[in-house]
Nanobody
Framework: HVQLVESGGGSVQAGGSLRLSCAAS????????MAWFRQAPGKEREGVAA???????TYADSVKGRFTISRDKAKNTLYLQMSSLRPEDSAVYYC???????????????WGQGTQVTVS
């Protein structure tokens, strides 16, 4: 099975930057597509960015130009570089993985525990 552990969350002021990391374990990792989702209190989980096993990427319109998703297959790690952060970016951010390309649809197979991002 695949296990995902997010890190890098924290509190920043508007306009600041954070880099989230997702450490993956499991021999199938390099063949998985991966994504970042976020969920704020009282709201449904929304897709932020996704990257395929072959490197294709897609982003939510709200983060285009500000967030960058990338992966280091040698280190089994997924990243989300976030810049120009806004208060509306505050949420718990989750890492997800799946054998198939789901873009920003919510039904991914594997999920991490989440990491809190607070922008004030």
């Amino acid at each position: 099975h695949v296990q995902l552990v997010e890190s890098g969350g924290g509190s920043v002021q508007a306009g600041g930057s954070l880099r989230l990391s997702c450490a993956a374990s499991g021999y199938t990792y390099n063949r998985n597509c991966m994504a970042w989702f976020r969920q704020a209190p009282g709201k449904e989980r929304e897709g932020v960015a996704a990257i395929s096993s072959w490197g294709n990427t897609t982003y939510a319109d709200s983060v285009k130009g500000r967030f960058t998703i990338s992966r280091d297959k040698a280190k089994n790690t997924l990243y989300l570089q976030m810049s120009s952060l806004r208060p509306e970016d505050s949420a718990v951010y989750y890492c997800a993985a799946d054998r198939f390309w789901l873009a920003l649809a919510p039904d991914w197979q594997y999920w991490g525990q989440g990491t809190q991002v607070t922008v004030s």
